[in-house]
């Protein structure tokens, strides 16, 4: 499929790709237990038919399709070097298949009102029309089907003391973020996204993450470690983790994140 706007996450023209797969696996790893309260409180059940948007290399994935084993997993992803690694990193493949498919959330290569449940995170924020994903959301989700969307907003990002290296760094990514079709405020956007798309029983929560809940290095690659590889090096990334680590270690400095989570149904 041809798209020529392809947003703000382009794996293949990152210069530190090796750093975001192992980013992408930690932080999997680290919130694993929360992700799936998240998915099941938002509906998820064993046998459904599941549909994943922007699976990248399947960290996320291996845990939909434990949650879902009786039924299958689409897993859907534009980048060909992450899809390529899909197969070997879902340990148990669902009954009804697993399926990869190297696309574009907003050209969905699946049949209409085909799909149970579906989820994405962290992806909406790095395309360039949200609407339209989550509109062919709607289109292949049954009646009775779920769709869950979690993502950032960086109003939600809290540093005490603040730090001026770290308001560079998210200032400047939220430019360069913006230019490629981005957008760091998308959190608070997606329920009105749900609602136009047609989804009924939409619902929004914030949940918060702070330095006293995750390990610092985890939460920092969740705040800064993508926003940095967009700058290069115009940030001394190792310094600002060592500072910064060292002031929360002592107590003297708390980082929080929050997340949207916004769920709906297709009636």
Same mark, same amino acid.
């Given at each position: 499929?041809?798209?020529?706007?392809?947003?703000?996450?382009?794996?293949?023209?990152?210069?530190?790709?090796?750093?975001?797969?192992?980013?992408?696996?930690?932080?999997?790893?680290?919130?694993?237990?929360?992700?799936?309260?998240?998915?099941?409180?938002?509906?998820?059940?064993?046998?459904?038919?599941?549909?994943?948007?922007?699976?990248?290399?399947?960290?996320?994935?291996?845990?939909?399709?434990?949650?879902?084993?009786?039924?299958?997993?689409?897993?859907?992803?534009?980048?060909?070097?992450?899809?390529?690694?899909?197969?070997?990193?879902? %340990?148990?493949?669902?009954?009804? *298949?697993? !399926?990869?498919?190297?696309?574009?959330? =907003?050209? @969905?290569? #699946?049949?209409?009102?085909?799909?149970?449940?579906?989820?994405?995170?962290?992806?909406?924020?790095?395309?360039?029309?949200?609407?339209?994903?989550?509109?062919?959301?709607? %289109?292949?989700?049954?009646?009775? *089907?779920? !769709?869950?969307?979690?993502?950032?907003? =960086?109003? @939600?990002? #809290?540093?005490?003391?603040?730090?001026?290296?770290?308001?560079?760094?998210?200032?400047?990514?939220?430019?360069?973020?913006?230019?490629?079709?981005?957008?760091?405020?998308?959190?608070?956007?997606?329920?009105?996204?749900?609602?136009?798309?047609?989804?009924?029983?939409?619902?929004?929560?914030?949940?918060?993450?702070?330095?006293?809940?995750?390990?610092?290095?985890?939460?920092?690659?969740?705040?800064?470690?993508?926003?940095?590889?967009?700058?290069?090096?115009?940030?001394?990334?190792?310094?600002?983790?060592?500072?910064?680590?060292?002031?929360?270690?002592?107590?003297?400095?708390?980082?929080?994140?929050?997340?949207?989570?916004?769920?709906?149904?297709?009636?």
């Amino acid at each position: 499929m041809t798209n020529t706007n392809t947003g703000s996450y382009q794996f293949e023209a990152l210069n530190d790709a090796q750093f975001q797969t192992q980013r992408l696996q930690q932080q999997a790893q680290a919130v694993r237990s929360l992700e799936t309260s998240i998915l099941r409180g938002a509906g998820i059940q064993p046998t459904h038919d599941v549909l994943e948007i922007g699976s990248g290399p399947g960290f996320v994935s291996d845990l939909l399709a434990e949650l879902a084993p009786q039924g299958s997993l689409h897993a859907v992803e534009p980048s060909p070097t992450l899809i390529a690694q899909l197969e070997g990193n879902v %340990r148990q493949k669902p009954a009804r *298949g697993l !399926f990869s498919h190297q696309a574009y959330g =907003d050209a @969905l290569p #699946l049949a209409d009102q085909s799909i149970d449940f579906s989820y994405t995170r962290f992806v909406l924020q790095h395309v360039p029309k949200p609407q339209a994903v989550v509109q062919e959301v709607f %289109r292949v989700t049954r009646p009775g *089907g779920r !769709f869950c969307a979690v993502d950032s907003d =960086d109003g @939600l990002v #809290l540093f005490h003391p603040g730090e001026p290296r770290v308001d560079h760094v998210l200032h400047s990514a939220q430019s360069i973020q913006a230019s490629q079709g981005g957008d760091r405020f998308i959190g608070r956007k997606m329920q009105e996204m749900m609602l136009q798309a047609g989804f009924t029983k939409v619902k929004t929560r914030v949940m918060m993450l702070t330095s006293s809940e995750l390990p610092f290095p985890v939460l920092f690659n969740i705040l800064l470690g993508y926003k940095a590889s967009l700058l290069g090096d115009a940030v001394d990334l190792a310094k600002l983790f060592e500072d910064l680590s060292a002031d929360v270690a002592a107590g003297r400095r708390l980082v929080a994140a929050g997340v949207f989570i916004v769920s709906g149904e297709r009636a």
